[in-house]
């Protein structure tokens, strides 16, 4: 009964510990604001800076997925004051985008572009660049950074072409677009991206339709001769 009694003793100081640390963590969470994240973002010991821009892109992403854009933007604009890279300009531009401000966005991914050489990381800018322009109701600009993204192998910005494509009735151009997208895959031993096959076989099935209507028109009028 003394075992079981010190470890039960055990086990209830493990549990009054760990809600100890919980209500720790939210009480110094609760006392950081967007302007003392600034400022604690300013300290010279790397490790303590990458603890701050965690914790902030955290109490960022809490405000995102609860559709508070504009205070998830308070926050995101000292995280990408301080680390001045490819996904602290995507948070901060789509904050601002879902915020009501696609201008804004589009001024700081393509300030970001401009600094930004691996090509990973540009055609992920190249991509958010695409849904500012949409939002700021910049058609032609937006093709333009697609066209960037699909240029530097962004297989989103793919299929999105393959889409616009389609909805011009350019059947065979959206054909090749998703069908190079299915071949990448096979050659890879992978999936496809989710749009790619069904787009490949809608463009094949819409480009194929103006034959089958006139080969269907023209049977009757050979028969009258």
Not at 75 to 82: G, I, K, S, T
Not at 188 to 201: F, H, K
Request: aromatic share 6%.
């Amino acid at each position: 009964p003394v075992r079981w009694l010190g470890m039960g003793l055990l086990v209830g100081a493990s549990v009054l510990v760990l809600v100890a640390a919980r209500e720790a963590s939210a009480a110094s969470q609760e006392k950081l604001t967007p302007e003392t994240l600034a400022q604690a973002l300013q300290t010279t010991d790397q490790a303590e800076r990458a603890a701050r821009l965690q914790q902030g892109f955290e109490i960022y992403l809490e405000h995102m997925r609860a559709f508070r854009a504009r205070t998830a933007e308070r926050w995101a604009e000292p995280l990408h004051r301080a680390a001045q890279a490819p996904w602290s300009a995507t948070c901060y531009a789509s904050a601002k985008r879902r915020g009501g401000d696609p201008e804004g966005a589009v001024a700081i991914l393509r300030e970001q572009i401009e600094r930004t050489s691996d090509p990973a990381q540009r055609v992920a800018l190249y991509e958010a660049l695409s849904l500012a322009l949409d939002a700021a109701g910049q058609a032609e600009q937006r093709l333009n950074a697609l066209g960037h993204a699909y240029a530097e192998g962004g297989r989103d910005a793919q299929q999105i072409l393959g889409f616009l494509t389609m909805q011009e009735g350019r059947w065979q151009e959206a054909q090749r677009l998703f069908g190079d997208l299915v071949d990448d895959a096979r050659r890879e031993g992978r999936d496809a991206e989710p749009w790619a096959l069904p787009g490949w076989g809608l463009a094949v099935l819409e480009g194929a339709r103006p034959a089958v209507e006139w080969a269907g028109e023209s049977e009757p009028d050979s028969e009258e001769e």
